[in-house]
């Protein structure tokens, strides 16, 4: 009887793992998701998603039970963002990795970890890979917000393109300082997030680029396909001709990033997806993921 009832527990306990819920860490309710971890083998790295701005778990779908296939999973909604209760401070990069940790720590969700990022979302693993170092297997940027630009690598492809300097300081200007005041509240989720992206930009992403880079293996994926519709277009220069040069430029830098991780790892450019590859090309993020967990296990 008693063997039965330690199955039981266990079986119990395996299935309520693999769902959503909430956790409560530092006195907030965090909105998860786990999967696959009753079949987790000592040192296998857990894949640990972060969201893009102001987007929920929901945004990987499409990915998360398939990678949970090969691989256990955990998501989650940063403070203020889907069911996850409002925290009136900045998401700086510093905050947001010590609550991931923390909401790890409390779900004994042991490192290793391979980090998956879309968009500010790889603003945010590069971070928290530089705080924990250690606990780290590898990285994987969808379409990041670049952690690598700075001031003059954003003019210089405006002077590429044959845009007057003063033109170029009004429109970095706008991009940068131009910002409303005051704290929106019913939104303090997703506004604060832009407010720390573009703080972040305005130091060339200092306290980003002093953090140590693990030594791991570092995939990027880069949506080559140009969405903006024409009527919201800028007036003032060619943004599809903008948007192939800075993505190039972008490119350059993380090929450079990759080989200085000593692990080297790969970088492909889909022409078919927009921001949101993992929308629009799910096999390939899928893929990229189990490719990563299988080289290493060599």
Request: no cysteine; proline share 5%; charged share 20%.
């Amino acid at each position: 009887m008693r063997t039965i009832f330690i199955l039981y527990l266990f079986t119990l306990s395996a299935v309520s793992f693999a769902q959503e819920r909430s956790v409560n860490v530092n006195g907030n309710n965090y909105h998860v998701f786990v999967k696959g971890f009753e079949n987790r083998a000592a040192n296998a790295p857990a894949i640990i998603f972060e969201n893009g701005m102001g987007v929920d778990l929901g945004n990987w779908k499409k990915i998360l039970d398939q990678v949970s296939s090969f691989a256990p999973v955990f998501a989650y909604d940063r403070a203020g963002i889907g069911k996850t209760d409002k925290v009136f401070k900045m998401p700086t990069t510093k905050f947001v990795a010590e609550n991931l940790h923390d909401i790890l720590k409390s779900l004994k969700i042991a490192p290793p970890y391979i980090l998956v990022g879309h968009s500010l979302g790889g603003v945010y693993i590069r971070s928290f890979a530089g705080f924990y170092p250690n606990e780290i297997s590898g990285l994987v940027f969808i379409d990041p917000a670049d952690f690598t630009e700075t001031k003059n690598d954003w003019n210089a492809i405006f002077r590429t393109m044959g845009i007057p300097e003063k033109k170029i300081d009004e429109m970095l200007y706008n991009r940068l300082y131009q910002q409303s005041t005051g704290i929106d509240s019913t939104n303090f989720g997703p506004w604060s997030e832009r407010q720390v992206l573009n703080d972040l930009r305005k130091t060339d992403f200092s306290e980003i680029s002093k953090l140590p880079l693990p030594n791991v293996p570092v995939y990027f994926l880069v949506g080559g396909k140009f969405e903006v519709p024409p009527a919201q277009r800028s007036k003032d220069y060619d943004q599809e001709a903008f948007f192939h040069i800075k993505n190039s430029s972008n490119m350059e830098r993380w090929k450079k990033l990759m080989y200085s991780s000593g692990k080297g790892g790969m970088l492909i450019y889909l022409t078919n997806a927009g921001h949101y590859i993992h929308w629009d090309d799910p096999r390939a993020v899928i893929n990229s993921i189990k490719l990563l967990v299988e080289s290493l296990k060599e």
